[in-house]
């Protein structure tokens, strides 16, 4: 069973431009939720969605989005990108079933010069 | 609203010896607590989980975690270190098991000296 794809896995971007991600969840899991990772924030809940619509959302600004599609693949986008946007962005799918537990992709590290 | 805080960002240990890595939470509901572990370069992958039931769980790896109602604990332990066991480990605490959100704690750093 394949994991958690996302793409890409490294990217640069300069101040000011956008970036799109991209996340391709587990066969059968319906929600995606998207973190942020930094070494003085730690890990920091962007958003989730299921059933393609956003069903969570955390304390970030409206420059960040993301969508989710009819076959549960999602996307999230920063536009006019700040230099502490640079981090690790970390997509994960869950079965939305009572589990609770998160399979994490290896995640896309953006650095923004 | 849930908040997690994990004692000790790096935790150094010799090989053979214990592993403790220490997690308080704290929630407004029942809590579903949850350890994930993430090597270099990588995502995180869970350990092991608390939900319902017993209070001490095993996980992956020989790692176990006992929850404590009482003190607002959720402490990772193994008997005895590998050197494969180096990695940074999470606490993590979730209110609703069918959502994606889950807060986690800082991350706590394992070193094994050989």
């Known amino acids: 069973k394949a994991g958690v794809t996302q793409t890409p896995r490294y990217l640069i971007k300069t101040r000011g431009q956008q970036v799109t991600l991209s996340c391709s969840p587990i066969?059968?899991?319906?929600?995606v939720s998207w973190y942020q990772q930094t070494p003085g924030q730690g890990l920091q809940f962007l958003f989730e969605y299921f059933s393609e619509t956003q069903r969570n959302k955390g304390n970030f600004p409206g420059r960040f989005s993301g969508r989710q599609f009819s076959n549960s693949r999602s996307e999230m986008n920063v536009s006019t990108l700040e230099l502490g946007d640079s981090a690790l962005y970390l997509c994960?799918?869950?079965?939305?079933?009572?589990?609770?537990?998160?399979?994490f992709g290896e995640g896309s590290r953006l650095t923004v010069l | 609203a849930q908040s997690v805080t994990q004692l000790g960002s790096h935790v150094s240990v010799s090989e053979g010896a214990l592993v403790l890595l220490r997690c308080n939470y704290s929630s407004s509901v029942p809590p579903y607590l949850f350890w994930y572990v993430q090597y270099p370069n990588q995502g995180l992958q869970l350990l092991l989980k608390y939900t319902t039931g017993a209070t001490l769980v095993k996980g992956i790896n020989g790692f176990e975690a006992e929850f404590k109602k009482s003190e607002t604990s959720f402490h990772l332990t193994k008997p005895s270190a590998h050197m494969s066991d180096a990695a940074e480990y999470f606490c993590a605490v979730s209110e609703d098991t069918n959502a994606g959100k889950s807060t986690f704690g800082d991350g706590t750093t394992l070193t094994v000296k050989p």
């Open positions: 994960a799918s869950n079965r939305a079933e009572g589990t609770g537990e998160l399979f």
């Open positions: 066969s059968g899991h319906r929600s």
